[in-house]
């Protein structure tokens, strides 16, 4: 097994990698191209701003070589929300992968939403993972449901928890940080 974790200047690398060690899997961090097409396994993390993460990536190429892969891809939490159509966190276009839009939590709620909620999961990132098990986020941006929701999650409004298309994947809770429930998917993910 080859895992690579995209390396663009995000957040949250080496709590993924500790994760992956756990299970046994180690990661290389990378922005090189031949290395993410050549890997088994890709890790998309994320943890800040999506316009300076967009310039990151673009400045890279990393933008226009990250939809062509073809092995599993899994996008985490702005790492997700990259890989939709657009984010109103600066105004950004994404990648793409999903058609969605993410939007940002009304002004008037607790942001961000921060700490452990329930996930309603399915499909193969959530296979052997209790229906409404709690799984931890941060964010104040999400994605819009779409037909690409495998996972649900409310925080005064439903939003995409989860998404799933063809090799890719993402959520928006973090399961480097969700305990045994989040080693479950990740564990599941690299069984792909």
């Known amino acids: 097994m ?26 290389v961090l990378s922005n090189v191209a031949e290395e993410i097409q050549n890997a088994t396994h890709v890790i998309f993390p994320g943890v800040g701003e999506a316009s300076y993460a967009m310039e990151k990536l673009c400045a890279t ?16 939490c702005l790492g997700m929300q990259l890989m939709c159509t657009h984010t109103e966190e600066g105004d950004t276009k994404g990648l793409s992968i999903f058609d969605t ?3 940002r939590f009304n002004t008037t709620l607790n942001v961000p939403h921060m700490g452990w909620n329930t996930v309603e999961g399915t499909g193969v990132l959530f296979e052997g993972i209790p229906q409404n098990s709690h799984f931890y986020l941060v964010h104040s941006f999400y994605a819009l449901p779409n037909e690409n929701t495998v996972g649900n999650c409310v925080y005064y409004i439903p939003f995409a928890a989860a998404l799933a298309k063809d090799n890719f994947y993402g959520t928006q809770f973090h399961p480097e940080k969700s305990g045994a429930v989040g080693a479950k998917l990740l564990q599941n993910f690299l069984a792909l």
């Open 2 to 27: 080859n895992v690579v974790i995209v390396d663009y200047g995000a957040g949250n690398i080496q709590s993924i990698r500790f994760a992956l060690e756990r299970l046994g899997a180690t990661a």
């Open 61 to 76: 190429g990393l933008d226009c070589l990250i939809p062509t892969l073809t092995q599993p891809v899994l996008g985490i």
């Open 101 to 103: 839009q993410v939007v």
